[in-house]
């Protein structure tokens, strides 16, 4: 995979990276972090410019995640119907997921683009829970910014050694994943003890 898309990426550099990252980004698990990688990289061997890397990279973050946020948003309610997420979105939980996206769901979009799977739905799912445009744009904007900075430096600093660089990232992306995953237990589990304490009362 890493040498496949190293040679689509010396023969039509900048386009690998906004295709990439714009359709990883509209909730299309392709690798999108990885072809932003190899035009780091690219660029740290002298065959492509860092800075248009940069621009490709956050100009398909940013229009991926806002075509994703637009197809969540427009089928959400076809979407929550599916047996499978029909299971999960009862109406008390789609109610609680709406009102996190209108007050927190920027974080959910910012820090989503350091998180493994995240990264992917981040858009649709504010779409779907009817989280604010404006807010999911700046929000949006702000982190693809952030998350193609960080991305281009560790291709820069790696140089041509893809692989580690790759690596680098995975990790850093599962690390992140899994303080999501922890976190949220821990919350489910507050939530549950304070509703017992209530009803104690």
Not at 24 to 47: C, D, Y
Not at 86 to 93: F, G, K, L, Q, V
Not at 112 to 130: E, N, S, T, Y
Request: charged share 15%.
């Amino acid at each position: 995979m890493l040498q496949w898309l190293l040679d689509l990426g010396t023969r039509y550099g900048y386009t690998v990276v906004f295709v990439g990252v714009m359709i990883e980004s509209m909730g299309i698990p392709v690798p999108g972090e990885t072809a932003l990688l190899v035009g780091a990289v690219l660029a740290a061997t002298g065959h492509l410019n860092i800075a248009l890397v940069a621009l490709a990279g956050w100009s398909g973050a940013v229009i991926g995640d806002n075509i994703g946020y637009w197809v969540g948003r427009k089928f959400s309610h076809r979407l929550t119907t599916l047996p499978l997420l029909r299971r999960i979105y009862t109406p008390s939980n789609l109610e609680h997921a709406e009102k996190f996206f209108a007050k927190r769901g920027w974080l959910a979009v910012f820090f989503g683009r350091f998180i493994a799977l995240l990264r992917i739905l981040a858009g649709p799912l504010a779409g779907m829970h009817r989280m604010p445009w404006i807010r999911f744009l700046i929000a949006n904007a702000l982190g693809g910014a952030c998350w193609v900075a960080a991305v281009c430096a560790v291709g820069l600093l790696v140089g041509d050694h893809l692989d580690e660089a790759e690596e680098i990232l995975q990790r850093s992306g599962y690390a992140g994943l899994a303080a999501l995953v922890v976190g949220g237990v821990l919350w489910i589990v507050f939530s549950w003890r304070r509703h017992q304490r209530h009803r104690a009362v």
